[in-house]
């Protein structure tokens, strides 16, 4: 049973009307096995091991609300409301195992029309139209600037366009509330679409959705009110952000912090803080790394904006994601790599915070009965050997 005499990270946490099981997040994880944007078997299985895993909230990989907005051909989508049912099948099996089902709704803007990592990550060729009949496709952006040397040459969004792509978000949030999903988040990180008008490195406009921290602000803040307005009030809704772009004159943590409490206001409940990616691959290239190497923008941002946070990044195991939590340097710990190498991450983390547990309850019981079985088996089995012989 869960009590409060239980490590931090796996007490239950209250969030507006949701009661999820423990601090343990699977942060959203690109798998590019889709097909037109529909999820299949591949993510059933792939994120159902992570409910069964002990996970409190499994996240599915960031899913295109625009089929322009498509980081892959591969990529999840919910542009449209075919994707729905498929995606049902998933939070219903995330739900049966007691995992809250999330969603990263995502745009990606001139990061789009881009090979699978394992095609070469770079723009979509000729060599992939040949071979897999995978055709480039306009992208778009807050500029007209190509994201590196040879890539797509984005068209910059007029100010009707903005409100479409606005309406996007909405729907799609819509349709995930209809497929199930209990907490909504919004890809603002990582060089995509909203990081394109966020930072000051890449948005150069000169119209209301440029210039200074409220001009750079408004498209995205637009885009969080919008998904807000149709995402119940008894739902959470998050917001994953890159606390620094890590560059000079990039976006910084102090605009993180403004930006958080904008998000505050307008009904977010918990900033996810990764960090990076501004330029070049997805995530945090120019951020020196360490473990928990982004701990400390989760922190200052928690403490200086008053909202929940959740830390990512290099958080390996239970007893350093305990102390995170303990430190009060966020409210939730997201693990992606960890969880690839080992899906019942969440189960293992409770047993390395609490070597003297016996208990299997928490596992799937058509596994619980037998593994307390092996347990008394191996610590008997132990016991003996440590005996000494006697002659
Ligand atoms: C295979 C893979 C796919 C990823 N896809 C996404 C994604 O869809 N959205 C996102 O915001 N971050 C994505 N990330 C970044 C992770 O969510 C996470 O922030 C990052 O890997 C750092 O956490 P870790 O050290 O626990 O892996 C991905 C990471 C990996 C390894």
């Known amino acids: 049973m869960q009590t409060n005499t239980q490590p931090l990270l796996?007490?239950?946490?209250?969030?507006?009307?949701?009661?999820?099981?423990?601090?343990?997040?699977?942060?959203?994880?690109?798998?590019?096995?889709?097909n037109d944007g529909m999820v299949n078997d591949w993510h059933l299985v792939h994120l159902g091991q992570y409910a069964l895993g002990g996970a409190g909230i499994v996240f599915i990989e960031a899913t295109a609300v625009e089929k322009?907005?498509?980081?892959?051909?591969?990529?999840?989508?919910?542009?449209?409301?075919?994707?729905?049912?498929?995606?049902?099948?998933?939070?219903?099996?995330?739900?049966?195992?007691?995992?809250?089902?999330?969603?990263?709704?995502?745009?990606?803007?001139?990061?789009?029309?881009?090979?699978?990592?394992?095609?070469?990550?770079?723009?979509?060729?000729?060599?992939?139209?040949?071979?897999?009949?995978?055709?480039?496709?306009k992208t778009v952006s807050s500029t007209t600037d190509l994201?590196?040397?040879?890539?797509?040459?984005?068209?910059?969004?007029?100010?009707?366009?903005?409100?479409e792509v606005i309406n996007s978000w909405r729907l799609a949030a819509e349709r995930a509330l209809k497929a199930g999903f209990e907490i909504v988040e919004v890809h603002?990180?990582?060089?995509?679409?909203?990081?394109?008008?966020?930072?000051?490195?890449?948005?150069?406009?000169?119209?209301?959705?440029?210039?200074?921290?409220?001009?750079?602000?408004?498209?995205?803040?637009e885009v969080v009110e919008s998904v807000?307005?149709?995402?119940?009030?008894?739902?959470?809704?998050?917001?994953?952000?890159?606390?620094?772009?890590?560059?000079?004159?990039?976006?910084?943590?102090?605009?993180?912090?403004?930006?958080?409490?904008?998000?505050?206001?307008?009904?977010?409940?918990?900033?996810?803080?990764?960090?990076?990616g501004v330029v070049g691959s997805a995530t945090a290239k120019a951020v020196p790394r360490h473990l928990g190497f982004q701990v400390p923008f989760s922190e200052h941002i928690r403490k200086e904006s008053g909202?929940?946070?959740?830390?990512?990044?290099?958080?390996?195991d239970g007893p350093q994601a305990e102390r995170i939590l303990q430190k009060g340097q966020a409210d939730i710990i997201a693990v992606a790599r960890e969880a690839l190498y080992d899906p019942y991450w969440a189960h293992h983390a409770q047993r390395a915070l609490n070597p003297q547990l016996v208990s299997y309850d928490n596992w799937p019981t058509e596994y619980c009965w037998w593994l307390e079985k092996r347990e008394a088996l191996i610590r008997k089995l132990r016991e003996q050997s440590d005996k000494p012989i006697n002659n």
């Open 228 to 276: 807000r307005s149709v995402w119940p009030d008894n739902l959470p809704m998050f917001v994953r952000i890159s606390s620094v772009d890590g560059m000079e004159n990039g976006w910084s943590l102090e605009d993180s912090v403004a930006f958080a409490r904008e998000l505050k206001i307008r009904g977010v409940d918990v900033v996810d803080c990764s960090a990076g």
């Open 68 to 137: 322009r907005g498509r980081i892959t051909y591969g990529d999840a989508g919910i542009w449209s409301d075919k994707h729905i049912s498929a995606m049902a099948r998933v939070t219903n099996f995330l739900k049966q195992f007691g995992a809250t089902p999330a969603i990263q709704i995502a745009h990606a803007g001139r990061k789009s029309s881009t090979q699978r990592p394992w095609h070469g990550m770079g723009i979509l060729s000729d060599a992939d139209s040949e071979e897999r009949n995978e055709k480039p496709w």
């Open 10 to 34: 796996f007490q239950p946490l209250e969030l507006r009307g949701l009661t999820i099981r423990n601090r343990v997040c699977i942060s959203p994880m690109c798998t590019y096995s889709g």
């Open 147 to 163: 994201m590196d040397e040879n890539w797509h040459v984005p068209h910059a969004l007029t100010t009707d366009d903005l409100k």
């Open 188 to 221: 603002c990180a990582h060089g995509y679409l909203i990081h394109q008008f966020l930072s000051p490195l890449i948005n150069k406009r000169t119209d209301n959705y440029g210039g200074d921290f409220v001009g750079r602000t408004r498209f995205p803040l």
């Open 307 to 316: 909202v929940q946070t959740m830390a990512v990044g290099l958080i390996v």
